[in-house]
């Protein structure tokens, strides 16, 4: 299933625009809280969706075969999914940027810097870029700085998840670690609350953003906690009140190397959103579609993306570098590699990392990551071993005859990024992508 918004756009009135708020004494101000700027649209799209329906209700959006109906609903555009739209030449954009857009546009924590997430959060919700403090004429602070603050508020985890967490069996997979935390937390649930108390359907948005923005804010020290758990002994860090949020995750994981600070800012910006169709947006939507609460559609969403053909195959890229490295040590032949390959295939595996159910080139995630690669690692040899699948793969998978897309998709570079900077244990990497993923299909909500 795929998102239906390219054919909705032709019956999209014109698009309501973030407006400045003129205060007392007619002094311009901006808004920079997350929530009043959500508060000054939704009525709006509240109303847009209304008028969406009236006049284009009937329309059909396309047909469906019955390879779609047996091959679980792939290419129907049957879902309305506003944060972001994937083409299968260009690949993702997010509210209209593409990746290489966000990276120029997006603030960052330091001058030339990587995008900050919270600066695409306040895009997804919002629509709009957030501003920037450059401008002085306006009385205001960063919109983005304003988010990172409001979740620098909301951050505090109740004992009672930690708690949860140290009971656990010592070998839970990391990602079965997430879901657990992030269900204890539901007890909090502001949305069941209401709900419960008989709130109107027309405010059910305004609990969801704060059950979205709750859990949004405490996933880095969650994360955090579950890696300190299970790889260093349970001795955990507290966040750093200077840094934002996907740096103070890395510094609470007990990274705190600027470069590192820097990929996981970027890592955390270009994971979060993947249009509708895929898994875990598929998952989180549907669920929270019976109204259960973000807690729970978040969960939902999070033990899709632990499956091997979707989130978890960073890390099962990882194992099979790892076993190409185990087999014929790091300077492998181009041979070599294709040899491992077809071996691969003729074993009835995937090569993990390549191909895509709606991606038909490179994913530019990739491309955005080896990027990062090359400016900041560019002898490293896991770096070169993944460039060089680049240039033996494909060929091998077009040769199937039967690959739609033979090329890398995200998965097959994050954990070259991870690894330089000494984040050596892959069972935690799909956890990385569920913290950056809650920003995407929290904010479609
Ligand atoms: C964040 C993300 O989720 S990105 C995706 C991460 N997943 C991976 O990297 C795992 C490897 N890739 C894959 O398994 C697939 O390409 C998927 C799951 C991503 C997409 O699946 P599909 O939409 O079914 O792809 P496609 O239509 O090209 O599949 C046709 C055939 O090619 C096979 N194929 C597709 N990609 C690969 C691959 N990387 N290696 C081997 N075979 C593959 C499929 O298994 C299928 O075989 P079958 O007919 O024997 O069942
Ligand atoms: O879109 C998909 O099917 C999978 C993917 O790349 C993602 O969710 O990031």
């Known amino acids: 299933m795929r998102s239906a918004k390219r054919l909705l756009q032709q019956c999209r009135p014109l698009g309501t625009q973030l407006e400045e708020v003129v205060g007392l004494g007619g002094v311009r101000t901006m808004i920079t809280d997350l929530k009043a700027?959500?508060?000054?649209?939704?009525?709006?799209?509240?109303?847009?969706?209304?008028?969406?329906r009236k006049e284009c209700g009937p329309k059909a959006l396309g047909a469906c075969t019955v390879e779609q109906a047996i091959g679980g609903m792939?290419?129907?555009?049957a879902m309305l999914w506003e944060t972001s739209l994937l083409d299968p030449e260009e690949g993702i954009r997010f509210r209209g940027h593409t990746i290489p857009e966000l990276e120029e546009k997006l603030p960052s924590a330091k001058e030339g810097g990587e995008p900050i997430p919270e600066g695409l959060l306040w895009l997804l919700m919002t629509g709009e870029m957030p501003t920037v403090d450059q401008a002085k004429a306006m009385p205001t602070v960063d919109q983005a700085k304003a988010v990172t603050e409001l979740l620098r508020e909301r951050s505090k985890v109740p004992d009672h998840v930690f708690k949860v967490l140290r009971d656990l069996h010592p070998n839970t997979h990391p990602m079965t670690q997430l879901c657990q935390a992030v269900l204890a937390l539901q007890v909090d649930s502001k949305f069941a609350a209401d709900y419960r108390a008989g709130i109107h359907k027309s405010k059910y948005w305004e609990p969801v953003f704060e059950d979205s923005i709750n859990l949004i804010a405490k996933l880095p020290t969650i994360a955090a906690a579950i890696y300190r758990n299970t790889y260093k002994g349970g001795e955990l860090i507290e966040a750093d009140p200077k840094l934002d949020w996907a740096a103070n995750l890395s510094h609470m994981m007990g990274y705190d190397d600027e470069g590192c600070l820097e990929m996981m800012r970027l890592y955390q910006?270009?994971?979060?959103?993947?249009?509708?169709?895929?898994?875990?947006?598929?998952?989180?939507?549907?669920?929270?579609?019976?109204?259960?609460?973000?807690?729970?559609?978040?969960?939902?969403?999070?033990?899709g993306l632990a499956g091997p053909l979707h989130g978890l195959a960073n890390q099962e890229v990882l194992r099979w570098l790892?076993?190409?490295?185990?087999?014929?040590?790091?300077?492998?032949?181009?041979?070599?590699?294709?040899?491992?390959?077809?071996?691969t295939l003729k074993s009835g595996k995937v090569v993990p990392g390549f191909g895509h159910a709606v991606l038909r080139k490179t994913d530019p995630r990739y491309t955005c990551q080896a990027g990062f690669a090359a400016r900041n690692m560019p002898d490293y040899p896991l770096y070169k071993l993944v460039a060089l699948l680049y240039d033996v793969v494909p060929d091998i998978?077009?040769?199937?005859?039967?690959?739609?897309?033979?090329?890398?998709?995200?998965?097959?570079?994050?954990?070259?990024?991870?690894?330089?900077?000494?984040?050596?244990?892959?069972?935690?990497?799909?956890?990385?992508?569920?913290?950056?993923?809650?920003?995407?299909?929290l904010s479609q909500g």
Request: no cysteine.
């Open 37 to 52: 700027a959500m508060a000054a649209k939704i009525p709006k799209e509240q109303e847009r969706l209304r008028e969406l």
């Open 74 to 77: 792939r290419g129907i555009p």
């Open 397 to 441: 998978l077009i040769q199937t005859g039967k690959v739609k897309n033979p090329w890398p998709n995200v998965d097959a570079h994050s954990g070259v990024l991870l690894q330089y900077y000494g984040i050596t244990e892959e069972n935690f990497y799909t956890v990385l992508f569920g913290v950056s993923r809650a920003l995407g299909v």
């Open 269 to 303: 910006t270009i994971h979060a959103d993947h249009e509708g169709g895929n898994v875990s947006a598929h998952a989180t939507h549907l669920v929270g579609s019976a109204l259960s609460d973000p807690y729970l559609s978040f969960t939902a969403g999070m033990t």
């Open 322 to 343: 790892n076993e190409v490295r185990a087999e014929v040590g790091d300077n492998v032949t181009k041979e070599q590699m294709k040899e491992f390959v077809w071996a």
